[in-house]
């Protein structure tokens, strides 16, 4: 199997690990460059920059996209690493010699980890012998080398004696979670759906079209509050009113995509006229791959209970 060692600032560090979030967002100030030294489901490791030439912790890598901070910030808020927007801006000017003026939303390289964990202390692991000082952004190490499987073999033992982690992480050996098959999928957060919603709909509204990102939401078909899941499958990205409406039962999108509008908005308001030009038409947006299209059993489930008939 393969990790990848990724270097990082213990300011970061210290504010994720203190905070325990469950999912992370490791950002690189760079929005030009792609990472894909990972498959999903592969283990990112934190190492710190030097003097502290120690791995503390890490996840299950997820998913890599390129996005404004602003959305990076609405999406993963403290997981960040940040404990505000502007703390998150200032870090990121530090690294791009940037400003408020001349890069008022920068786009950064979002690398979107599950299942974090943080060792404590005592229990970092030194650098591998063969870790260069040149290196500036990470290096990949794999099981079926030396080095690899001595890092592997030194983290069972931390992420399972580690007092942060989930419990799915400390109660299954790293053969467990990290075998060829993949059974154990890393688990999707509030965040990381948010980002992965935005990227399946090419970052525009699925009804109208609309692309000013400030304004477009990801939107549950089915509730996280009534057990609906943080899926591709179960979300829309939709601009802010629709996402209202939907939430509200005052529009649905039936299992051929087609989108329906009430009569209540007309009955409720007194007018409606810009919702109901989209009443009977197809989405306008949805993603390009078939495993990411609305899930009928969801739609279905928003047609039977959210929706004002």
């Known amino acids: 199997m393969k990790m990848y060692v990724g270097l990082t600032d213990y300011d970061w560090y210290k504010t994720l690990s203190q905070s325990k979030c469950e999912e ?5 100030p760079g929005g030009n460059t792609n990472f894909r030294a990972l498959e999903e489901g592969d283990l990112f490791l934190f ?4 003097p502290r030439d120690f791995i503390v912790g890490g996840g299950l890598f997820l998913k890599f996209s390129i996005i404004p901070s602003s959305l990076a910030w609405e999406a993963f808020g403290i997981a960040n690493g940040a404990r505000s927007l502007l703390e998150l801006h200032e870090r990121i000017y530090k690294y791009r010699k ?23 202390e005592k229990d970092w692991i030194p650098v ?10 990470g290096k990949i190490y794999d099981t079926s080398e030396q080095y690899g499987l001595k890092l592997y073999h030194q983290l069972q033992g931390r992420i399972y004696k580690a007092q942060n982690s989930p419990p799915s992480i400390q109660d299954d050996s790293l053969n467990d979670r990290y075998g060829p098959e993949r059974i154990v999928r890393p688990r999707i957060g509030q965040g990381a759906f948010k980002v992965l919603i935005a990227d399946a709909y090419h970052r525009r509204c699925a009804i109208t079209g609309e692309k000013t990102l ?3 939401e990801a939107a549950h078909i089915k509730p996280y509050s009534v057990d609906g ?3 591709i499958r179960n979300g829309l990205l939709l601009r802010r009113d629709f996402h209202t409406l939907l939430d509200r039962g005052y ?14 908005i007309k009955e409720d308001f007194g007018n409606g006229r810009e919702y109901y030009a989209h009443h009977g038409k197809k989405l306008t947006i949805i993603p ?3 495993d990411q299209l609305p899930d009928p059993k969801y739609l279905q489930w928003h047609n039977d209970n959210v929706f004002l008939g």
């Open 24 to 28: 992370v967002n490791f950002w690189r």
């Open 128 to 137: 591998p012998e063969n870790w260069s000082k040149n290196i500036v952004q």
């Open 214 to 216: 400030p304004v477009l």
């Open 229 to 231: 899941p943080n899926d």
């Open 288 to 290: 390009n791959k078939q």
């Open 47 to 50: 190492k710190l920059h030097s």
């Open 98 to 120: 940037t400003n408020h003026f001349t890069d008022p939303d920068p786009q950064i390289g979002c690398i979107i980890l599950s299942l974090p964990f943080y060792l404590d």
């Open 251 to 264: 529009i649905t999108v039936d299992k051929s995509l087609t989108v329906e509008v009430s009569r209540r």
